[in-house]
């Protein structure tokens, strides 16, 4: 019988898949770049820079004066051994190109052409090195065009555990500074080697054409948290004045709108409070945290304060036990749905959600607590008895200035385009635009909505006018048909 197939090969093993970097356990990559000042933005002062922008070239860098190249290499050297900066390195290309120079059989420092002649042996040996060395051409006054090595940059990997904090990833950018700062001051010494056998020794100062720069994805992280982080007070700060000045608007008395700021700033403390206590980290997440509880906390002491206002009692107490029974449960109520739609964060896989589950939920519960035990207490202790009285009254009359704005429907359609104009120029992007011709676009919208504004108040009073005139009319009328009648 014929001999039984063979068995069928075994199936491959599955590709490899790459290491998985956790915080801690890797390192964040940089590099050193030379012949690179910094990058030309053309995009628009309230735009963020745009990623693929191109490099504003150093046009003093030359990879074949022996200076630069001996401070190039001496600068990897050094690194190489700086291990709290550098935990790996991949081979320098100053070093590749002083092999290659060696297998050309030219001397070190090389010159211009010899070293140009390295370059084109490795980038065709190693295809991946063509990213190392960036070329540019360059055209003479003559009309002919040459190319020069315009930059060169070399991937390391860093001291910088993965997922670094961002004050601590601060700690270590000025440390790179520090270490930049001090390499550039250093004069090194390096022998060259004459036609006879004998060696001279020369000395490399620093020059211009050998700055070096490093740069790091992790750094463009660390600014904008720390960016985020230090501008959580004034962002506060500035929450703070708007919820305000909505409640002073809608209220008309100033006195509640104080208490209601004192009811948000001991909302925020007792926040800040209990992180600190559970050992929080305070990041980006958090300062973001914060700035929403500024609007939490004012929706519902705004609510209160309005209603509070608008009672028809005589009394405080009871202004305050009118205001808490008319919308003390649509509070409670829209705190619970606003939980509920939070909660479910709890269980994601991306650990901002899961804060943002943690944060929130606290924010409503305290600004709930305050509202109903602090702010509702305050005022009635100290808030007006009747409408319009209180610092409403003490203040010009302050307590009309809802009416006055919210009086009709117009009027509460001017408040809106007007909100929207003033909060149109606060925005950086909107400001430029209204700007860009000398503010003639600006003047024409205010000077066009005002002009509009007026127009409408002033057909409204006529109609008003008018409506109550025909009201009078037939009243008059209807008083002398009942005489003759």
Request: aromatic share 10%; net charge positive; proline share 7%.
């Amino acid at each position: 019988p014929p001999p039984p197939p063979p068995p069928p090969p075994p199936p491959s093993p599955p590709p490899l898949q790459p290491a998985e970097r956790f915080a801690g356990t890797n390192y964040e990559k940089a590099q050193l770049t030379w012949g690179i000042e910094d990058i030309q933005d053309d995009s628009a002062s309230y735009a963020p820079r745009e990623v693929d922008a191109n490099p504003v070239v150093n046009a003093a860098f030359d990879i074949g004066d022996p200076v630069t190249q001996v401070r190039m290499l001496k600068l990897c050297e050094v690194l190489e051994n700086r291990t709290d900066l550098a935990s790996s390195f991949t081979a320098c290309p100053m070093q590749v190109l002083r092999s290659a120079g060696t297998t050309l059989s030219y001397p070190w420092p090389m010159n211009s052409s010899q070293i140009l002649d390295a370059i084109t042996r490795v980038v065709t040996e190693r295809p991946s090195y063509r990213k190392t060395f960036g070329l540019q051409t360059v055209t003479s006054s003559s009309g002919a065009s040459t190319k020069r090595v315009a930059w060169v940059k070399v991937d390391f990997m860093s001291g910088m555990p993965f997922r670094l904090s961002a004050t601590k990833l601060e700690h270590e950018y000025f440390k790179f500074l520090d270490f930049i700062a001090e390499f550039e001051g250093t004069t090194f010494q390096y022998s060259v080697t004459n036609a006879d056998g004998t060696a001279t020794l020369y000395s490399a100062p620093p020059t211009p054409s050998s700055t070096v720069k490093v740069t790091s994805e992790s750094w463009v992280r660390m600014a904008t948290e720390l960016q985020a982080i230090r501008g959580t007070v004034s962002s506060i700060a500035v929450s703070l004045a708007f919820a305000v000045f909505a409640t002073f608007i809608f209220t008309g008395d100033a006195f509640v709108a104080f208490m209601a700021l004192l009811s948000m700033l001991a909302i925020i403390l007792a926040v800040v409070a209990i992180l600190v206590a559970l050992k929080v980290k305070f990041g980006i997440v958090e300062a973001i945290s914060l700035t929403i509880l500024v609007g939490i906390s004012v929706d519902f002491s705004l609510h209160l304060a309005e209603s509070f206002t608008r009672s028809h009692f005589t009394s405080r107490g009871m202004r305050g036990v009118d205001a808490v029974s008319r919308v003390g449960y649509p509070i409670v109520s829209a705190a619970m749905t606003t939980m509920s739609a939070v909660m479910p964060m709890l269980w994601c896989q991306v650990q901002v959600l899961v804060r943002f589950g943690q944060i929130i939920p606290l924010c409503i519960i305290m600004s709930l607590v305050y509202g109903f035990h602090f702010f509702i207490p305050m005022l009635m202790s100290f808030g007006p008895n009747v409408p319009g009285g209180g610092a409403g009254k003490w203040l010009c009359h302050m307590g009309k200035l809802p009416n006055l704005l919210f009086g009709t429907q117009t009027r509460r359609l001017i408040f809106l385009v007007a909100s929207g104009i003033v909060f149109g120029i606060l925005l950086p992007a909107t400001r430029v635009l209204l700007y860009k011709d000398g503010g003639t676009t600006l003047t024409i919208i205010v000077c066009g909505f005002v002009f509009l504004s007026a127009v409408s108040i002033y057909v409204e009073q006529r109609c008003r006018r008018r409506a109550v005139a025909v009201a009078d009319s037939s009243e008059a009328s209807s008083r002398v048909a009942a005489r003759v009648l």
